[in-house]
């Protein structure tokens, strides 16, 4: 890593408070699968897995690599990998990955491998789509699922699972509920005809706060672990994972009439003590948080950003604040700032976590 001193630190106890509060959410036989795609939302998805493994039931991935990387780290755990292309088919299989199949290109791709292999009961995961468009097959495709999932022994349904379009907006409860009802109805035409009863989930964060009626057999918990509940009442309950801290590498004393950083965006008016932080945009810090947009924590006061953001440093303006280089600089360790840069940077903080590149060392706080 060639810069050890910005830390995105990972709080595990914070994590195991966060899956404990959605754990007090569900009923007893309801199993919990984590979503740990995309690094664990910008963390670190090996170190998040090893956290939480001996309390969650599966973990999921968008792609197949993301999946063969917590196999490589020795998690044992069963991984639905939630996006293959029939590429990734036989690394999933290698991997003891499970694929989620969703439509006839991947389904018909997987039944052939199965078949050739042959694999036994093998286990796989179908999607249907009700009403987010994005990955699913349709109610219509039924009945031609299960004939040919009937002609094969080589796979089995292990789950059968929707995906909420607004789970989180009240004003979409009527959708969403629609979605509930035509995914319940689905699954109930392919239990009459399947011989088995394949598990089924539906909710994602946010539905297992407010469509608690519909967890079925498993919740898929991804941006709750991480702290946000995407509702302030479930925010404050829950606890911030990521904090990330660097430190002041250089303080400038600004005269008044010249500036700071590319462009010369920033003018000083009087005499100004700026101070360079070692973290820019190719980090995640959004250009968007520049010209005083954004700020930083330095012993304990907020320091906005001067200028520009560059690629790899910042400059905040330090002039009232008592410090000196080497001090800490905190860029955000509470859900509250991350909501403030999302909301500057017309975002949401799923994005803003994510963001956060992989030039940034991780480091486990337990
Ligand atoms: C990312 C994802 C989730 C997790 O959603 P959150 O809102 O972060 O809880 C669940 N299911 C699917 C299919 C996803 O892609």
């Known amino acids: ?11 595990a106890n914070a994590v195991l408070h966060n899956l404990n509060y959605f754990k007090q959410k569900l009923q007893a036989n309801t199993k919990i699968l984590v979503v740990v795609k995309a690094f664990g939302y910008g ?34 755990t069963p991984i639905l990998v939630l996006h293959p292309q029939v590429e990734n088919l036989n690394d999933i299989v290698k991997y003891r990955l499970e694929p989620n199949l969703y439509n006839f290109k991947i389904f018909d791709a997987f039944l052939q491998l199965a078949d050739e292999a042959p694999l036994m009961n093998y286990p796989i995961h179908i999607k249907f789509n009700t009403g987010l468009n994005r990955l699913g097959f349709w109610h219509t495709d039924v009945p031609a699922i299960l004939t040919s999932l009937k002609k094969s022994n080589n796979i089995k349904v292990e789950s059968i699972f929707s995906h909420l379009a607004a789970s989180e907006d009240p004003n979409e409860q009527e959708f969403t509920i629609g979605q509930i009802n035509n995914f319940a109805y689905i699954v109930k035409q392919i239990y009459e ?47 911030n994972t990521h904090s990330l801290k660097s430190i002041i590498s250089q303080i400038h004393l600004v005269q008044p009439g010249e500036t700071v950083g590319y462009n010369r965006a920033f003018v000083a008016n009087s005499p100004t003590r700026s101070a360079t932080i070692p973290i820019g945009h190719a980090d995640g810090i959004s250009r968007r948080l520049g010209n005083k947009e954004g700020f930083v924590i330095i012993n304990n006061q907020p320091a ?39 909301h ?23």
Not at 1 to 11: A, F, G, K, R, S
Not at 309 to 317: L, P
Not at 344 to 366: D, F, G, M
């Open 1 to 11: 890593m060639n810069n050890h001193v910005t830390i995105l630190e990972i709080d």
């Open 43 to 76: 963390s670190d998805a090996v170190e998040i897995a090893k956290i939480v493994q001996n309390e969650v039931d599966y973990f999921a991935v968008a792609y197949s690599s993301e999946g063969i990387i917590l196999r490589e780290s020795g998690i044992k």
């Open 193 to 239: 005809h399947l011989g088995y009863e394949p598990m089924i989930h539906i909710l994602n964060t946010s539905g297992i706060v407010n469509y608690s009626n519909a967890q079925f057999d498993m919740v898929r918990l991804g941006i709750g672990l991480y702290g946000f509940g995407n509702h302030p009442e479930v925010t404050a309950q829950l606890k």
């Open 304 to 342: 906005p950003i001067i200028g520009n953001v560059c690629m790899d440093m910042i400059m905040v303006d330090v002039s009232k604040i008592d410090c000196k280089e080497g001090d800490e600089v905190i860029l955000f360790n509470h859900q509250q700032h991350i909501e403030y840069i999302a």
């Open 344 to 366: 500057k940077c017309e975002t949401i903080p799923y994005e803003t976590i994510t963001a956060i590149s992989q030039r940034v060392k991780r480091l486990v706080k337990s």
